[in-house]
């Protein structure tokens, strides 16, 4: 089946420690994005990538990095540098750019502590 | 600033009451607006994409529809299962600088 899958489903760290969040997909789409949400809020882009090798910073990139070496990945690796590190993570993709359909990962929660 | 709100921020509704959930938005450089259904713990899952005002979209027991400065989105006799939260978002591009903003959500309870 295609889709898009984020790995872990919950993940726990201790503070200071940076933690990289998978997220892969076989829809053979080129475009692909992480948001954060919150409690309240709506979801805020933190990075997006419309081709390999590219990419982009979105609402709320601090303390956050990005690489994206192989159409099928975009790993999200949170830094020591996010002060709010503690959030429901997901990963988006989408076959043309930001107005076409996208196609969301189921999540991944992190707890920092 | 761009702005998108959605309202009412919860809804409980009896099995098959039809109501409307709005979201009116404050943006320049419209490029799309997109519905999402979201459950609790999941990722959201698209529903429909309306890019210029009159246009409407079906699915079921739902209709999206758009105007210049909101959407609405109309469930008719909804079930239990259509229980969940219904995310919208607005598409901008402005000076080549792309950005989807999205509201808090609509979170909808179909009680039976």
């Known amino acids: 089946d295609g889709g898009i899958t984020q790995s872990p489903k919950y993940l726990f760290r201790k503070e200071g420690q940076n933690v990289t969040l998978s997220c892969e997909q076989n829809?053979?789409?080129?475009?692909m994005y992480w948001y954060r949400q919150d409690p309240g809020q709506g979801l805020r882009l933190i990075y997006y990538?419309?081709?390999?090798?590219?990419?982009q910073k979105g609402d709320i990139a601090e303390g956050y990095s990005v690489s994206r070496e192989k159409k099928e990945s975009f790993p999200l690796t949170v830094t020591s540098a996010q002060k709010n590190p503690t959030a429901f993570y997901l990963c988006?993709?989408?076959?043309?750019?930001?107005?076409?359909?996208?196609?969301f990962g189921q999540g991944t929660r992190l707890t920092v502590v | 600033e761009d702005q998108v709100t959605q309202s009412p921020e919860a809804l409980r509704l009896q099995e098959g009451e039809s109501s409307s959930l709005n979201c009116s938005y404050t943006?320049?450089?419209?490029?799309?607006l997109f519905w999402y259904r979201q459950d609790p713990g999941k990722g959201p899952e698209f529903l429909f994409t309306?890019?210029?005002a009159g246009e409407e979209k079906e699915k079921e027991r739902l209709k999206a529809t758009l105007t210049k400065k909101e959407s609405f989105l109309h469930i008719t006799a909804p079930k239990p299962e259509d229980s969940a939260t219904y995310l919208c978002?607005?598409?901008?591009?402005?000076?080549?600088?792309?950005?989807?903003?999205f509201g808090t959500g609509t979170r909808l309870t179909i009680i039976p």
């Open positions: 943006v320049s450089g419209l490029r799309g």
């Open positions: 829809l053979n789409h080129d475009a």
């Open positions: 309306l890019y210029s």
């Open positions: 990538s419309q081709i390999v090798n590219d990419f």
């Open positions: 978002a607005v598409h901008v591009r402005n000076f080549g600088n792309e950005k989807l903003t």
């Open positions: 988006a993709s989408s076959i043309g750019p930001m107005n076409t359909e996208a196609f």
